[in-house]
């Protein structure tokens, strides 16, 4: 279900610079693949110097004109419309340019080495328009100062952030984004934070956690920038606290997961394997671990990669199916491997069979994930006789173990 949500108007987050960002509450799955229940936002800005002005980002290319007449809010002259800065080609950000460009004749495009490099691949663009910026560069706009800087693979390899020296801003593009669109407000302390800070975490499981380590690589770059308005290209802005959402992505890039936190994860089809599952719960529990489960049936991925985040070992129960995994079991197993989101967690798996084991090919498969294992890697017939139960005994001490 989706509906049309009117914009906020554009509004300053300081002097003389503007948010001009849309909510997109049509998509329902971004790149997609997520759900978007709640919609998502293209935060883009304008920075007006005394000489120049420069737009920074824009948006998904349905709201071309709505960005573009946005822009004539604010602005009233396009002619000292010099720069478009484009911190990430990702088309959710710059697939309205080519239109925008048309509008704004005198507007070139700032990209870094490698987005001038990669940007005539996705978009249809001519190279007298395009300026391609260094790691530090500035560029003065009167009064205003943009420094460029180089953050490959946040989330691209072109990837760069914009920092606004006079104001402090710094235009983080997708780092730091959050999914659901801005609908009361676009400020960290006008918004329901505890909302949007679930909505960051499922975002950076979706689309940053496998660079997780070039998000530190980012912050060891950025640690002598003062940060007074952290202002992304998706979600609220934060003017009061930005050091929650950048302590916790230090947290979740690490990763720092919460030490008796366990994602149970499972798949079952005549509830064979469930009496087990209920079996793992109710020892865990006693051991005072945190225990948040999804039925990869019923769950969508999206929100077990969230859950994922924060846990700090994994357990898998599954059935075996036409001599493989169970199909959702597998799908997430190699979602998982696509991520690289076992890197600093550990897995556990029990695999329910009749005829024939496949806890070979899921072990590989999350060792591959970048999961530790926890042995013993347990098979077992829906029924367990003796060996097997005692072998899961084992893996639920050894699970205990691995957290005291
Ligand atoms: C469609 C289907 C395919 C199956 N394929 C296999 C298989 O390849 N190997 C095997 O050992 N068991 C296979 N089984 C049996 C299940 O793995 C077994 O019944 C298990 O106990 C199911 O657990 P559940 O009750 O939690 O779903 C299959 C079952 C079904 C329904
Ligand atoms: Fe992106
Ligand atoms: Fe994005």
Not at 269 to 288: D, K, N, P, T
């Amino acid at each position: 279900m989706w509906c049309i949500r009117l914009n906020l108007r554009p509004r300053p987050i300081a002097k003389d610079v503007y948010w001009i960002g849309v909510n997109d509450d049509i998509k329902e799955l971004f790149e997609s693949l997520w759900p978007l229940p709640f919609g998502i936002s293209y935060n883009a800005y304008v920075v007006i110097g005394n000489d120049a002005i420069a737009l920074i980002d824009a948006v998904d290319e349905r709201f071309a004109y709505d960005y573009i007449g946005r822009v004539r809010e604010v602005v009233g002259d396009f002619n000292k419309i010099y720069y478009i800065v484009v911190n990430h080609l990702e088309p959710d950000h710059h697939g309205a340019t080519p239109y925008i460009l048309e509008a704004m004749p005198k507007a070139k495009l700032i990209t870094s080495q490698m987005g001038s490099r990669i940007l005539s691949s996705i978009y249809r663009v001519s190279s007298n328009r395009i300026l391609a910026v260094k790691d530090g560069d500035k560029i003065e706009l009167g009064g205003k100062t943009l420094r460029f800087i180089y953050t490959p693979w946040l989330h691209w390899p072109e990837t760069m952030v914009t920092y606004l020296e006079e104001d402090e801003i710094l235009f983080s593009c997708d780092a730091f984004g959050s999914y659901g669109s801005l609908q009361k407000g676009i400020f960290d302390d006008e918004l329901d934070m505890d909302f949007y800070i679930d909505e960051a975490r499922r975002y950076f499981s979706n689309i940053v956690i496998k660079y997780a380590r070039n998000v530190l690589e980012a912050f060891e770059k950025l640690k002598n920038i003062e940060i007074k308005i952290l202002a992304p290209s998706h979600g609220p802005i934060y003017r009061s606290n930005s050091n929650r959402i950048i302590e916790l992505y230090k947290k979740w890039s690490q990763p720092i997961p919460e030490k008796d936190r366990v994602l149970l994860i499972y798949g079952s089809m005549y509830g064979r394997g469930e009496l087990i599952i209920e079996h793992i719960i109710e020892r865990l529990s006693q051991e005072g671990l945190k225990i948040t489960s999804h039925n990869v049936s019923t769950s969508h991925p999206s929100y077990i990669l969230s859950d994922l985040v924060e846990s700090y070992i994994v357990v898998f129960i599954y059935p075996s199916y036409d001599a493989g995994i169970f199909p959702y079991m597998e799908d997430i197993m190699r979602l998982f491997q696509l991520k690289q989101a076992g890197r600093g967690r550990y897995a556990a798996t029990i695999n329910v069979y009749a005829w024939a084991s496949t806890a070979k090919q899921a072990t590989e498969l999350l060792t591959k994930a970048g999961f530790k294992i926890i042995e013993p890697i347990v098979e077992t017939k829906a029924m367990p006789n003796e060996e097997e139960l005692k072998k899961m005994e084992t893996l639920i001490n050894n699970i205990i173990k691995t957290i005291k």
